[in-house]
């Protein structure tokens, strides 16, 4: 457990992290 527990956290980040520049990018895209 200890494995599973320590690397989705890095991994749910980077999740988030690359939605949020997508949905950026989507949004931006669009205005344009």
């Known amino acids: 457990n200890a494995s599973t527990t320590a690397v989705p956290e ?16 989507l949004r931006n895209k669009r205005r344009a």
């Open 10 to 25: 890095p991994i749910s980040i980077a999740l988030l992290g690359s939605g949020l520049v997508g949905l950026g990018l």
